[in-house]
């Protein structure tokens, strides 16, 4: 079970992501040396509502402000480790930025034209895919599957994201990793479109050129506004804020799911895809 913070009743599950089990851990080291929020502010030179904002998981710590805390606690490097754990060091080092500023939203809107979306994607269907890379070792590749599935723990939360995910048709029916492994992904699709925060939407092949044609990109979302987007492109994505970048990406997420199939209507066309596959 997490723990109930006094101040504001928000319950701390440190399973849920890397930054909450640091936010975790802290909490449990102050309250077992008797400091109080502010005590500890006062050692390591941080105020006291920063304390409280890391430990509600609400705010990232430094690597800094972790050493620090390692210090004042008599941890022998302890904070440093899960400090790099929130860092996501198994992850690309160009996607790193967009999986900080991914935990932060309360609605994560995806366009993917080409393969599943990482976010929902099966450990045997990331496998093939990061295994696809040029130069990546096996080691290599099993930490960056772990780090993937590790991204879905969002939707544990007590008040996860909306996600919209908006597919081509042509992801659904390009049979990645053999008939078993496909049928696996797109099974487990059908189980994630059960979340009361999910929706999934496919483009059909009917549809003519679209603008969604070039690439795939996600849009993180907070309080009803944009504030962060991914932009995939070759040979490394990158995260972009500049607000006219993100508008005119959310203008092309709007005009593609104009043209995609409504939800229920989706979902039948992948159980089609699964059926004709016989898998």
């Known amino acids: 079970m997490g723990r109930c913070d006094l101040s504001t009743g928000k319950e701390i599950d440190p399973h849920e992501s890397p930054r909450a089990l640091f936010a975790y851990e802290l909490r449990r080291f102050r309250q077992s040396a008797e400091l109080t929020q502010k005590q500890l502010g006062e050692r390591i ?6 304390v409280n904002l890391v430990e509600l998981a609400k ?4 690597q800094r402000f972790a050493e620090l805390c390692d210090q ?16 996501w060091k198994h992850s690309p080092e160009h996607f790193r930025p967009w999986l900080e500023e991914e935990q932060e939203a309360t609605g994560l ?25 040029p130069d990546i070792t096996p080691d290599e590749v099993e930490d960056r599957v772990v780090a993937r599935m590790q991204r879905r723990a969002m939707l544990n939360r007590a008040n996860p994201p909306a996600i919209g995910v908006l597919m081509d048709e042509a992801v659904i029916r390009r049979p990645i990793g053999g008939v078993a492994v496909m049928g696996e992904q ?10 009361p925060q999910v929706t999934i ?19 993180a979302e ?13 040979p490394y994505g990158r995260t972009v804020d500049d607000q006219p970048t ?8 709007d005009t593609i799911r104009a043209e995609a199939l409504p939800f229920r209507q989706s979902l039948r066309l992948i159980e089609e895809v699964v059926n004709q596959s016989g898998s």
């Open 59 to 62: 705010r990232p710590p430094s």
């Open 186 to 195: 797109l099974r487990f699709l059908l189980e994630m479109a059960q979340h």
């Open 246 to 253: 993100l508008n005119r990406l959310a203008r092309m997420y």
């Open 201 to 219: 939407q496919i483009v059909p092949y009917a549809t003519d050129v679209h603008c969604g044609l070039v690439g795939g990109f996600l849009i």
């Open 72 to 87: 004042a606690l008599g941890l022998d490097g302890t904070m440093v480790r899960l400090y790099t754990a929130t860092r």
């Open 222 to 234: 907070r309080n009803g506004s944009t504030y962060a987007a991914f932009a995939g492109a070759l």
């Open 45 to 50: 030179g941080f105020s006291d509502s920063m």
């Open 109 to 133: 809107w995806c366009w993917e034209p080409t393969i599943i979306p990482g976010l929902f994607q099966t450990e045997e269907y990331a496998r093939r895919i990061l295994a696809s890379t």
